[in-house]
């Protein structure tokens, strides 16, 4: 191996070449929660870091760095010169130049999103172990969808959003597709007639997708994510249908269905104690069939018929590490770091693990407006308000969703701004207070690095590198 003092100052920035989007559907997981998160440089009391030791940097083989320049909103792999001779700042001020594209005017790819959660119905034709969704008999009507939409459109103009990240969820939402479809219809006419881009996507457990369902929702160019936590009897274990029988064939013959379709769906899987020592053959599945999947650690919610054993602790650190050598044998030209890692996403920086109480309405069957999917005890508006957002924002009842900053433990933690530091109704369910660090932090710690240095190995496989001086 050549010494570094003779290596030439060679960076692979992310974001440069071509073919390395992935592509995640806006609301992609069964929670997601757009990240929430004010332009990075426009936070006040930032100072662009001066040395390495204040921002993510892993080791990537002898001879290769990879890091992340978070005032570029970049991952840049970088030969040892380019450590010795630029600061952060500087090296940033350098690809600056280099880049011919200008700097993302926002720090996430949609824009300004504002997330919605339509709650069509809290039935569901399966039983999951793990479900926080009471079963019942509650099914939203036309005529709510109708003004759920229309409230969703007034606050979106009031706090000037320029995106809908529309999501169809339940419970099973294809068991209320006619509400699905007609509140879809009349929200691409509200969009269109205010100038707001929609992004819709429905959140399915993948076992009632008929040729005319997909037809209906390709159509409408409606996104379908699908719940898949394993194969056989790991998806069956956790996953079964109301009479008791097993769900993944039924999933995995929807896969077919889709794929002979041309219908490319996205996979949301929910990782438990219980399943997370086969997440490397999972992966292996997905990645051969290249579909594109985002990993949710399971959130414990404390209702009736809960299983805490379920929650994944740093035992699980090693299957999900095993689980990204998979990744690394499969290693494709699209960027998996805004998947892998729970709320983390390292696509762009954000001051909170998800768009809770800022950015995210919750509308249930009968109109009532909630501030996430988990915390439907009690409603902190309804779609009669002129503008349910505002008292979502305002409320100082349930989730109170902390900038990562103003977390005890996190303040000082140099993944804040990527980490978010995770989903708040679990930290105040699990710890008792809002304004400290993720449970799941021990885990996020190890994985962290491990999702960059893929990154790193991506970029020197499929980015030309850019010379500096
Ligand atoms: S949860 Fe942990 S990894 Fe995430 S920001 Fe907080 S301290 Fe850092
Ligand atoms: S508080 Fe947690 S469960 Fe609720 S939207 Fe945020 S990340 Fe998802």
Redesign the pocket.
């Given at each position: 191996m050549p010494h570094a003092e003779h290596m030439p100052a060679l960076v692979w920035i992310s974001g440069s070449g071509p073919n390395t989007q992935y592509p995640v559907p806006a609301g992609h997981c069964d929670c997601d929660c757009n990240k929430a998160c004010p332009p990075y440089r426009q936070i006040e009391s930032f100072q662009y870091p001066t040395t390495w030791d204040e921002i993510p940097t892993v080791r990537i083989d002898w001879c290769h760095s990879v890091a992340i320049i978070p005032h570029l909103d970049r991952v840049v792999a970088l030969t040892p010169q380019v450590m010795e001779q630029f600061s952060p700042a500087r090296l940033g001020s350098a690809i600056e130049k280099v880049l011919a594209s200008p700097l993302p005017s926002s720090c996430t790819p949609d824009g300004r999103a504002l997330d919605v959660w339509l709650h069509l119905t809290d039935d569901c034709n399966l039983r999951c172990t793990y479900c926080y969704v009471p079963k019942r008999p509650q099914a939203m009507s036309q005529e709510v969808a109708q003004r759920a939409v229309e409230a969703t459109v007034r606050s979106a103009l009031q706090h000037e959003f320029d995106t809908l990240h529309l999501k169809y969820a339940g419970g099973e939402p294809l068991l209320n597709i006619a509400t699905l479809l007609s509140a879809h219809d009349y929200a691409a006419g509200q969009a269109s007639q205010y100038g707001l881009r929609l992004k819709p996507v429905v959140l399915t457990n993948g076992t009632l997708l008929s040729d005319q369902c997909i037809a209906e929702l390709e159509q409408r160019d409606i996104s379908i994510s699908i719940s898949l936590d394993g194969l056989g009897a790991v998806q069956d274990g956790q996953r079964k249908c109301v009479d008791g029988s097993d769900s993944f064939a039924l999933v995995e013959k929807s896969l077919e269905r889709l794929e002979h379709l041309g219908v490319q769906p996205h996979i949301s899987i929910t990782v438990t104690a219980y399943s997370v020592k086969f997440l490397p053959a999972l992966f292996d599945y997905l990645l051969r069939r290249n579909l594109s999947f985002s990993l949710n650690f399971y959130r414990e919610h404390g209702r009736s018929g809960e299983q805490s054993h379920l929650s994944i602790t740093e035992r699980a650190i090693p299957h999900i590490l095993a689980a990204l050598e998979v990744v690394e044998q499969h290693l494709s030209p699209q960027s998996l770091i805004g998947v892998l890692a729970d709320r983390?996403d390292f696509r762009f920086t954000h001051l909170f693990a998800c768009s809770a109480g800022h950015s995210y309405l919750v509308i249930d069957p009968n109109g009532q407006v909630f501030k996430c999917q988990m915390d439907m005890s009690h409603s902190v508006s309804s779609i009669d308000a002129h503008d349910p957002l505002k008292a979502v924002r305002n409320s100082l009842d349930g989730i109170q969703n902390l900038p990562?900053g103003k977390?005890t433990?996190?303040a000082g933690?140099?993944?804040?701004f990527w980490?978010?530091?995770?989903c708040p109704y679990l930290t105040n369910h699990i710890k008792g207070q809002f304004g400290t660090?993720?449970p799941?932090?021990d885990i996020?710690?190890a994985v962290?690095p491990a999702v960059l240095r893929l990154e790193g190995l991506r970029l020197l496989k499929y980015c030309d590198p850019v010379g500096l001086s």
């Open positions: 983390a990562a977390r433990e996190c933690c140099r993944w804040r980490c978010g530091g995770g660090s993720s799941h932090c996020y710690q962290f």
